[in-house]
Every structure is written in structure tokens, then in C-alpha cells.
């Protein structure tokens, strides 16, 4: 260990009040406008979970219209049209991205790399009450006239302006108004993120040393960066389009018999925006996806991770790769059929660097000492379902079998595969994984486990048959199927069996929420690092880590974050701080 104060006398006697301006002086400063990364996380994840508990309420509401048509009568075509897109927009942005960026990447930057905090803590505060302004602004829409906007969570113009859609009076404005807000908030965030990564590491932390944690957040932070605004100003265009009357996307069209004043806009341009935005979205909740899973599977296997370095470089690659892919969404937009070919084969050529992922946390596994506790089964869900997603991704990456199955349900249970359940397996694995440091204290085994199986087998038994039913021809955005001679009756039981078991698995998220409450009292006492990990925020000298936290000393970095079971080493584990001279037994 190295003593900080150590050049400390190089510091004018003039900065320290600078310096102390970071220290919560009160409550308030402490617990509401802190500043401090790891309070900004718990709050990242708290207004998060709160939202995503909404979006999950509302999959509900949707699934009992699909499963049994007509029962509830108050959920109506144009409720269902509601439903759906805040469900999506909620999961999608203001679940999954603030939660593994502001949530996990608040807490895990600057822990793992050996910093005090964020590089700019105040304006990292500003980002997330900001964030919080965005996700209001979205509730408001269910309490407005008219109710939230039912476009589809890709907005896609100009249906989604027209009078015919529900909340074309108000929900439109505040869902475009939220997410420029959400765009502004995350922006302030991800600057901190990316440059604590260049430039707070601790000594001896050599990018190349960093867990694979920190680079799955980094990354993806460059990418939301870099792909966001392109949302942001096809939001702003689409809110000029709507309250000004501006034809940025919307077309000379005629509306109930009358000829509105748009002329010359482009709907296609808006979908290119949208997917410039909305491909990267994908990898922006599967990068960090992708590293947090390598640090646990590591961890809890006693394992090195298998070829880091190849790990490293395919994160990066996949997240280059991802911006020259968004069109494979616009198949069916009418496009020259040689654009098709060109961003079929780029979607193609993902799959190598996604694949070398997954052979490695195979090898990772091979022949370890796999303990089977609740963040290790999470993360063996997570590779599971996330292969299965990326098969059937091979098949809508096809244009020609992707045009057929465009608009039915097969891309519905293919992406929530991909972006529903194999994030969240993630989130839930590193909820119980990093808990102990951020509380002090242990998350109920048993429940954990009820958790997980009842979430992982349940959310099987919702999506697995939704392959099928897209197979069959069923469409997407349906309220109601009626009695079409291409749906045989076997497509409602399966209907009927589904919403149960999205019943089922939502109210075990219950056991989660009863757990993670309990536990926060009742739970045992947790050790400073209770699964013997190298990583730094186990070495923290106070669990859970007080302001600053390392107090006097930062650590020094002699290795990489996986140094298990080393041969001649005394422990089976070599934090990351430990200096060679201790190491032997
Ligand atoms: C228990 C969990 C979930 C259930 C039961 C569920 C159910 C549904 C249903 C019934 C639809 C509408 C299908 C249609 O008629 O087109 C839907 C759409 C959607 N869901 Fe989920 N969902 C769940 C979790 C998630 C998660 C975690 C995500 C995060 C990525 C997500 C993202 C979406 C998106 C983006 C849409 C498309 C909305 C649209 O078509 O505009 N869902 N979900
Ligand atoms: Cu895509």
C-alpha cells in the first residue's frame, strides 16, 4: 500500500476547502443530493426498479387481454396501444440503461478502478435528478387528457401524430419531451463514466488490468454516447413536427378526408434515426450484460477467465460493429434489396465476436469449481437464454426469412430473449453478487434460489411458445385475434398458458422484493469480501464503503482482476492489490 499523502505537501493549502466541498456537510448532502457515486447508484437503481415494476404491471394487463380476449373490459384496443409502448419504452430505456449504466456503473467505475469517486461528482448528482425530471415526465402521460401516447415504442411517424392513435394530444409531447430530458440526464453520467475510466484509475490499474465488469459499461457508455443523439434529435425534430406543425417526418397526408398542412417529410428518415439509436440500445444493455457475467462466472468458479484479452477486444468489436447493422430492422420499409444484403451480412458478422464470447465462458466453466449459488445460476440463465435469443437473431437477420416473420410475434419472443429476460437475469445476478458490499449484509440464500428458479423456468414457459405462435403467423400489436382461419384453436390455450405463467413469474419478483427488504435488517452480517473475489471494491477497508472510499490509502494494482486458484499461491484467490512479495504460501 502506498501512502496518498504522499505529495500531498505539493498541494496549496488554498484547494483543501475545494476539496472539502465534496464531503456531505448534512443529511440532505449525505442521503438526497449527494454527490457521492455509490448513493447516486442506489438511487439510479431504486427510481429504475420503481419504473420497471410499472412496465411489469402493465405486461401483466397486456398478457390478460391476450390470454383471455374480453374478460377485462377496460383494457380496449386503444388501452392494449398504451400498454405495449410504455411497457417497451420503460423496460427498454428507463429500466435496463439507467440501471446497468447509472445503477452498476455508478456503483462498479470507481470501486473496481481504485477511485475516490466519480471524476465529476456534481454534475454525476445533476445526471441522475435529471434522469429522475424524465422518468416524471413519462408517469404524467398516464394522467394527462388523453392518456400516454399508443405508438408503438418506435414512435414511428406519422401514425404516431395522427389524430387515430391514443395520446396524440398529450402523450406524444411528454414521451418525446422525457426522453430528450432522459438524453440530457444520461449524457451528464456517461461524460463521468468515460472519463473516470481514462483518467481515475488507481496506479498500477492498466486498462488491460481492468475487470471485464468495467469494460462492458465503459464501452457500452461510448456507444450510448455516440447513438443517443441521434434519438435525441429525431425527438426534437418529431416534437417540432407535432406542436409546430413543421414536415420534418410527416408527409402530405390526407386525415379523416381532410388534407393536413404537412407536406415533405420523410417517415423513412425517422426510422433510420430511430434504429441508429436503436440497434446500439441492444449492445448498450448487453455490454455491460456481457462483462458483468464474465466476472461472475469467474468468480464464482474459482476461474480465470478464459482469453481476457479476446474478451476485451470482442466487447469493443461488437460495439463498433453494432452501428453499421440498424437497417435490419427496416426490412420491410421498402428498401433497394442490396442495402438489405449489406446489412444482413454486417448483422451476420456479429455473431464471430459474440460467439467467441460465449466459447470462452464455456472454458471458463470447464473442469472449475462451479459453486451453484443464486448470482452463479443467474449468470448460467443468462448464457442459456442469451444463445437462444441469438439463435433465432440468425433467422430475422435473413431478409428473407425475416420478412415473413416481420410483424408477428416470433420478434417478439426473439427480443425479449435477447432484451428482456437476458439482462435482467444479469441485473438479478449482480443484485445478489454485489448486495453484501452495498448493504453489509448477506441476501437469503433459500429465497434466492425460489427466485431464480421459479423467474428462469417461468420465463421459459412465457416465451418459448411465442416463438411458435410467430411461427403460426400471429401478429404483433394484436388486441384481439378473432377467429382468422390461419389461427387454430390451440393458439388460445397457449395464449391462456402464457399469461399465467407471466402471472406467476411476476409475483415472484415478490420473494426478490420480500428479500432484498428483509435482508436489509434481518440479513446476516456480510465479511468484506464474502466470495473471495480480487476484484477491488471487496478490498474496500469499510463494507459497506464510507465516503472517498479506500479513507487515507488508495490502493496500488500489481495484477489483473483473475487470479484464482493460482498454483503455489497460499489463498485460492489473489486480490488485485496484493503485492507480489505476500502471495506465496
Ligand atoms: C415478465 C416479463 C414480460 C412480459 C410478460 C412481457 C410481455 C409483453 C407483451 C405481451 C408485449 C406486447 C406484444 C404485442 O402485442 O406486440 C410486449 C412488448 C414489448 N416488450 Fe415485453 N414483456 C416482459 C418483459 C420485457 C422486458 C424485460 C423488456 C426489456 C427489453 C421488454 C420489452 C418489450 C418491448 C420493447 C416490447 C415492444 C413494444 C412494442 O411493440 O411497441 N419486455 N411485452
Ligand atoms: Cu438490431
Redesign the pocket.
Known amino acids: 500500500m502506498v501512502d496518498v499523502t504522499h505529495g500531498a505537501e505539493a498541494i496549496p493549502a488554498a484547494e483543501v476547502p475545494d476539496v472539502d466541498l465534496y464531503h456531505p456537510h448534512s443529511w440532505v448532502e449525505k442521503y438526497v443530493f449527494s454527490q457521492d457515486a455509490k448513493i447516486i447508484a442506489i438511487q439510479y437503481s431504486v427510481t429504475a426498479l420503481a419504473i420497471g415494476f410499472v412496465a411489469l404491471v402493465l405486461s401483466w394487463l397486456m398478457r390478460l387481454q391476450l390470454g383471455f380476449p374480453g374478460t377485462f373490459s377496460f383494457i380496449d384496443a386503444p388501452h392494449y396501444y398504451q400498454f405495449i409502448t410504455m411497457h417497451g419504452m420503460i423496460m427498454v430505456v428507463y429500466l435496463l440503461t439507467a440501471l446497468f449504466l447509472g445503477g452498476f456503473g455508478n456503483y462498479l467505475i470507481p470501486l473496481m478502478l481504485g477511485a475516490r469517486d466519480m471524476v465529476f461528482p456534481f454534475v454525476n448528482m445533476l445526471s441522475y435528478w435529471v434522469y429522475l425530471i424524465a422518468v416524471l415526465v413519462l408517469t404524467a402521460s398516464f394522467f394527462v387528457p388523453g392518456g400516454p401516447t399508443g405508438a408503438g415504442w418506435t414512435l414511428y411517424p406519422p401514425q404516431a401524430i395522427l389524430t387515430g392513435t391514443p395520446g396524440h394530444e398529450w402523450g406524444i409531447i411528454l414521451m418525446l419531451l422525457s426522453l430528450i430530458i432522459f438524453i440530457i440526464g444520461f449524457t451528464m453520467g456517461g461524460l463521468n463514466y468515460v472519463v473516470t475510466v481514462l483518467q481515475g484509475r488507481a496506479r498500477g490499474m492498466t486498462l488491460m488490468r481492468m475487470p471485464l465488469t468495467v469494460w462492458g459499461i465503459f464501452t457500452a457508455t461510448v456507444l450510448a454516447l455516440l447513438a443517443f443523439p441521434a434519438l435525441f434529435v429525431a425527438c426534437v425534430m418529431m416534437l417540432l413536427d407535432r406542436t409546430l406543425g413543421t414536415s420534418f417526418f410527416m408527409p402530405a397526408v390526407v386525415e379523416m378526408g381532410q388534407q393536413l398542412q404537412y407536406r415533405g417529410g420523410s417517415p423513412i428518415l425517422f426510422q433510420h434515426l430511430f ?1 441508429f439509436f ?2 446500439p440500445e ?1 449492445y448498450i444493455v448487453a455490454l455491460p450484460a456481457f462483462g458483468i457475467v464474465s466476472d461472475l462466472i469467474s468468480t464464482h468458479a474459482r476461474r480465470h477467465i478464459f482469453g481476457y484479452r479476446m474478451m476485451v477486444w470482442a466487447i469493443v468489436a461488437i460495439g463498433a460493429l453494432s452501428f453499421v ?2 437497417a ?2 427496416m426490412y420491410v420499409s421498402g428498401m433497394n434489396p442490396y442495402f438489405g444484403f449489406f446489412f444482413a451480412t454486417t ?1 451476420l458478422i456479429i455473431a464471430v465476436p459474440t460467439a467467441i464470447k460465449v466459447y470462452n465462458w464455456v472454458l471458463t466453466l470447464w473442469r472449475a469449481d462451479i459453486h451453484l449459488n443464486v448470482p452463479m445460476l443467474f449468470a448460467i440463465g443468462f448464457i442459456v437464454t442469451f444463445v437462444n435469443g441469438g439463435l433465432t437473431g440468425l433467422f430475422l437477420g435473413n431478409v428473407v426469412v425475416d420478412v415473413p416473420l416481420s410483424g408477428t410475434m416470433f420478434v417478439v419472443a426473439h427480443f425479449h430473449m435477447v432484451m428482456g429476460v437476458a439482462p435482467i437475469m444479469v441485473i438479478l445476478g449482480g443484485i445478489y453478487h454485489w448486495y453484501p458490499k452495498i448493504s453489509g449484509r448477506m441476501l437469503n440464500e433459500a429465497l434466492g434460489k425460489i427466485h431464480f428458479w421459479i423467474t428462469f423456468i417461468g420465463a421459459y414457459a412465457i416465451f418459448f411458445p411465442i416463438h411458435y405462435l410467430g411461427l403460426l403467423g400471429v401478429p404483433r400489436r394484436y388486441h384481439e385475434l378473432g377467429d382468422a382461419a390461419f389461427i387454430p384453436p390451440s393458439v388460445h390455450t397457449l395464449n391462456a398458458f402464457v399469461t399465467i405463467a407471466a402471472l406467476v413469474v411476476g409475483f415472484a419478483q415478490i420473494v426478490f422484493l420480500y428479500n432484498l427488504i428483509w435482508s436489509l435488517f434481518k440479513g446476516e452480517r456480510a465479511p468484506s469480501n464474502p466470495w473471495r473475489a480480487t476484484t477491488l471494491e471487496w478490498q474496500t477497508p469499510e463494507t459497506p464503503p464510507g465516503h472517498g472510499n479506500w479513507g487515507k490509502d488508495l490502493p496500488v494494482v500489481y495484477r489483473w482482476a483473475y487470479d484464482y486458484s493460482v498454483p503455489g499461491a497460499k489463498e485460492d484467490f489473489i486480490p488485485q492489490n496484493q503485492p507480489p512479495a505476500v502471495i506465496q504460501a
Open positions: 434504429w436503436g440497434h441492444v447493422v440498424w435490419h430492422h448483422t
